[in-house]
């Protein structure tokens, strides 16, 4: 989906399993209005709470732009729909780590089956680069990632869903906008309410997105009349996302970035999305292209730290992390578009003998964390941008290398 959020793919399982992530990474998805103050079941559903809650809902959307005509229409079917929930509430224990996720992502079948896909839709994919300027493989990468190139759309009826989720209420206000952005959607008539299919958290057509981001982004590319995500034909689809990440900030004729080799004693402090540099500030501190080619201006990432590869990313992956707010998924996007178009893959190698951690052991971290001082923005057991920092300014303390890799070595630490 467009990140925000939510996603069918395979992909997701790192970051959260389809979509049950939160509100706030793709699927090109983004809120649709505040709608706080609405009655939900607070975890205690019902099929007359729920026709409660539409009836509360329904003057509401009206004022949001929707008609009665298509209120009405699209939630005469509509029913609580307790496994939506359920599916909502389920968090698994452990992540896969960074390089099993992007092993999955960037093999088996889904390298071949782009190149295929390249071949079959060539001309298409040709009118979408020249009018967008985004590479093909990326868009190729992008539909592989989110629905395995259309064959795991998804077949769950979207208002219902959506609905469903508003009324339950963890994130009510984000599924509220979302319901009203479909509906919205319905009323122009891209898509009819039996065809409004997609994952459970609402991710719709080849390439996921979310409703509010299908009336940002969608196009209709093939000029039927229609934005349609959700046949067989990608073309709309494909374009969507290409317009996507152009309006995000793709810059045409930029890589997304680079792989990249550290000299010995570089300092961790210049890692992180944080710190941009141009190519040439890069390779005056020693830092090369893996591949012998240019530097280009951005920051340097390096994910697993400093026993793990490096890579010089630029504005164009800051986009397709527009489309998805995970570092992993961005640079499996990257990489499978590399594999597609026949480039070479990452070169570095990976800390694969580390223990994975479970999400209750970087719950701990955070806490103990915390409790010496160090900002990690709370105790959620998932190590976002705040805690890699304070994970940094521990290392600093201690007199460690600062890359922010959080492993059990720095549990035990931290325990000590």
Known sequence: MTGRYFRIATATILVCALASCGATSRSPGASGGNFSGLPTSGGQGSEAGFQNWVASFRPRAISAGVSPQVFDSAMAGAHFQPSIVALDRRQSEF????????????????????RQMASRYSGTLSSIEARYGVPREIVLAVWGMESNYGANRGSTQIVPALATLAYDGRRGEFFAGELVSALRILQAGDVDNSHMVGSWAGAMGHTQFMPSSFLSHAVDFNRDGRRDIWSNDPTDALASTASYLRENGWRPGLPWGTEVVLPQGFDFNQVGKSVVKSGSQWMAMGVRAMNG??????????????????????????????????????LAVAYLGDAIAGRSGIRGSWPRGDRTL??????EIQRLLMARGFDTGGVDGKLGSKSVEAVKAYQRSRGLVPDGYADSNLLNMLRS
């Open 95 to 114: 992540s896969k780590p960074i390089w099993e996720y992007l092993d999955g992502a960037v093999g088996g079948s889904r390298i071949s089956t782009g």
């Open 293 to 330: 080619g240019n530097v280009p201006s951005g920051a340097i990432l390096a994910p697993a730290g400093a026993r793990g590869p490096a890579f010089l990313i630029t504005e164009n992956f800051r986009a397709i992390l527009k489309y998805n707010a995970s570092d992993s998924y961005a």
């Open 358 to 363: 479970s999400n209750s052991e970087k719950a």
